[in-house]
């Protein structure tokens, strides 16, 4: 059984970093494209970040371009959120996934999901 166990979400101010992990068990995680997705209550659930089983090759939301980066270890088999320059506006519920397939920006794309870490900056 896959899963997925987020952690690293918290209380941080505006301009302020956090780093979210995604710990994998189950799967042969070195296989695997990963993405990070964010959700507010009311809305559906948004792309942030995806990157692919070889680690060069990433993708962002246009909102995150150049504060969010995504990275990968292989041998501990966890996906990295680094979130730095937050803004208000990053507030959120964070969710890691394995990728499957169709459009990596899409949250139907992906088949398993960890249960989230709550990311809150204030203002």
């Keep these: 059984q896959v899963q997925l166990v987020e952690s ?11 780093r ?4 994998v068990s189950g799967r042969t ?5 990963m993405g990070w997705f964010r959700q507010t209550p009311g ?3 948004e792309f942030v970040a995806r990157i692919s089983w070889s680690p060069g090759n990433t993708q962002y939301a246009d909102s995150v371009k ?3 980066t995504i990275s990968r270890d292989n041998a501990k ?5 680094q979130m730095n320059s937050l ?11 394995v ?8 949250a139907t794309s992906y088949d398993y999901w960890g249960q989230g870490t709550q990311v809150t900056v204030s203002s």
């Design 8 to 18: 690293g979400g918290g209380l941080v101010q505006a301009g302020g970093s956090l």
């Design 20 to 23: 979210l992990s995604c710990a």
């Design 29 to 33: 995680f070195s296989s695997y494209s």
């Design 43 to 45: 809305k559906e659930r």
């Design 66 to 68: 150049g504060r969010f």
């Design 77 to 81: 088999n966890t996906v990295y959120l």
């Design 87 to 97: 803004k208000p506006e990053d507030t959120a519920v964070y969710y890691c996934a």
């Design 99 to 106: 990728y499957s397939t169709g459009t990596p920006r899409t």
